[in-house]
């Protein structure tokens, strides 16, 4: 094991660096690993961890499948998933949305996954493939310096601290003895240091390192929301195991707010809150006390979580829907949550960390290939990732609708229920898909897309 990690701290170069080792950083690192690129994956964070987005899309079955990750969540304990299902302020339930309604294929079940364990896993799996992994390393700077070809400068590599906890932690200390002790030396003044690669991959989820500094990330200013969220143990599951699993959607009384209600392992269901910032967060109590009160106000809630017992502790995230400008720069790219995230109204975080990392790490791939790291090279996969996001922004635009009702939608105009059905499970790069916006857009504000910014055109040499 020292031997391994010397040669992690040792080796000063690498084709790839993945900052982060969510969902988004450990697909990248498997399939660049899988075509023989250096990778190395470096996390914050000790594994597992807390952390929220529990329900997945059934299109990641895809991407799971190219990873290797099915025959692991086949053999898991988590919740199977086959349907999602809305609640009305009146707590009127609509039927629910059967994902294999219109695809009776296996990629129609998904799970509902502890994150913890599901990030190990999908990390595991990334080292597995043959990806370095550091853990409890920090990258504190991405190097960046002027390139002639572009606006915003080129990445070189980063500048990393080993945390305290870090494993090396007691070899830099000097404890222990024999090859321990030796090694000190060789090391000691090693604790941050200096890593070079071709393409830096900024996967830091929310965090969005290089997003923020290059000053690239937008908010959306309509969808200005913050939620409240816990867990709780013997809250009530449909006894139908089919349905036992289905994520619930449930709007609050007033129609200010919606409770998310998603099944776990072991007799736990997370719900949370989401609503206007303003109106959670702003001259409210406790968060503790904010949540109840919201429960509160959730009429089709409160019978659920009658004999349930709370879990603490209480989470908050707040302004969490935003996009940034560029997807890639010279030797650089945003993916996962690092480039984008949406409202968690249709569970699509996960789905799109692994779709954007499986499309940018196809471009890296092309650009070794060609010996191209440019930002057009490496921004190839953005533009048709951003329409996809761009199709479920707006069906969370159409749910913020007062009054609007899918069932009522799919009623009125039932030849839109295949392309609504392939929104909620993520199949949103379907040429089609968007035909159900002109019907919907006569009863609702949909938004206009807001496209990316085009990188520099590379110019003949």
């Known amino acids: 094991m020292l031997c391994e990690l010397l040669m992690y701290t040792n080796d000063q170069s690498y084709d790839v660096i993945i900052i982060g080792g969510g969902p988004a950083g450990a697909t990248a690192g498997a399939i660049l690993a899988d075509a023989g690129l250096k990778t190395?994956?470096?996390?914050?964070?000790?594994?597992?961890?807390?952390?929220?987005?529990?329900?997945?899309?059934?299109?990641?079955?895809?991407?799971?499948?190219?990873?290797?990750?099915?025959?692991?969540?086949?053999?898991?304990?988590?919740?199977?998933?086959y349907s999602v299902q809305f609640v009305t302020a009146s707590g009127k339930e609509s039927q629910p949305f059967y994902f294999d309604e219109m695809n009776p294929h296996e990629c129609?079940?998904?799970?509902?996954?502890?994150?913890?364990?599901?990030?190990?896993?999908?990390?595991?799996?990334?080292?597995?493939?043959?990806?370095?992994?550091?853990?409890?390393?920090?990258?504190?700077?991405?190097?960046?310096?002027?390139?002639?070809?572009?606006?915003?400068?080129?990445?070189?590599?980063?500048?990393?601290?080993?945390?305290?906890?870090?494993?090396?932690?007691?070899?830099?200390?000097?404890e222990g003895q024999g090859e321990g002790s030796s090694l000190q030396s060789?090391?000691?003044?090693?604790?941050?240091?200096?890593?070079?690669?071709?393409?830096?991959?900024?996967?830091?989820?929310?965090?969005?390192?290089?997003?923020?500094?290059l000053n690239l990330k937008r908010s959306d200013p309509r969808l200005r929301k913050a939620s409240i969220f816990a867990q709780y143990?013997?809250?009530?599951?449909?006894?139908?195991?089919?349905?036992?699993?289905?994520?619930?959607?449930?709007?609050?009384?007033?129609?200010?707010?919606?409770?998310?209600?998603?099944?776990?392992?072991?007799?736990?269901?997370?719900?949370?809150?989401?609503?206007?910032?303003?109106?959670?967060?702003?001259?409210?109590?406790?968060?503790?006390?904010?949540?109840?009160?919201?429960?509160?106000?959730?009429?089709?809630?409160?019978?659920?979580?009658?004999d349930a017992t709370f879990i603490p502790p209480v989470h908050v995230l707040s302004d969490f829907s935003y996009s940034s400008r560029r997807c890639a720069g010279e030797g650089w790219i945003l993916i996962g949550d690092a480039f984008g995230f949406l409202d968690p109204m249709y569970s699509s975080g996960v789905f799109l960390a692994l779709k954007s990392a499986e499309m940018a790490a196809d471009c890296v791939i092309e650009g070794f290939q060609t010996n191209d790291f440019s930002a057009a090279q490496l921004s190839k996969w953005g533009e048709p990732l951003a329409d996809g996001m761009q199709s479920i922004r707006k069906l969370v635009y159409a749910f913020y609708t007062k009054d609007f009702s899918f069932g009522r939608f799919v009623r009125e105009f039932p030849h839109t229920k295949q392309n609504l059905v392939d929104l909620l499970i993520g199949n949103v790069f379907r040429p089609g898909i968007d035909e159900i916006f002109d019907p919907m857009s006569k009863s609702v504000p949909l938004p206009d897309s807001i496209p990316l910014e085009s990188p520099p055109t590379p110019q003949p040499t």
């Open 233 to 306: 143990k013997g809250a009530a599951r449909d006894p139908d195991p089919r349905d036992e699993g289905a994520t619930l959607v449930l709007s609050t009384k007033n129609q200010d707010g919606w409770f998310w209600y998603i099944p776990l392992p072991d007799d736990i269901v997370s719900v949370g809150v989401v609503g206007d910032i303003d109106r959670l967060i702003t001259s409210r109590n406790s968060k503790e006390q904010t949540l109840e009160e919201e429960i509160q106000n959730c009429p089709a809630l409160i019978p659920r979580l009658k």
């Open 40 to 81: 190395l994956i470096l996390e914050r964070t000790q594994f597992p961890r807390f952390h929220i987005g529990e329900s997945l899309m059934p299109e990641t079955y895809w991407t799971f499948k190219r990873i290797g990750m099915l025959p692991k969540l086949r053999d898991s304990n988590f919740v199977r998933k």
């Open 186 to 213: 060789q090391i000691a003044n090693r604790k941050s240091q200096i890593i070079h690669s071709k393409v830096v991959i900024d996967a830091t989820g929310t965090n969005a390192l290089l997003s923020k500094r």
């Open 108 to 174: 129609s079940m998904t799970w509902q996954v502890v994150r913890s364990e599901f990030d190990k896993m999908m990390l595991d799996n990334a080292r597995q493939h043959g990806a370095h992994v550091i853990e409890n390393a920090n990258v504190t700077e991405i190097l960046l310096e002027p390139t002639p070809t572009d606006s915003l400068p080129r990445a070189t590599g980063v500048k990393v601290d080993l945390t305290a906890s870090s494993p090396l932690a007691p070899v830099l200390r000097g």
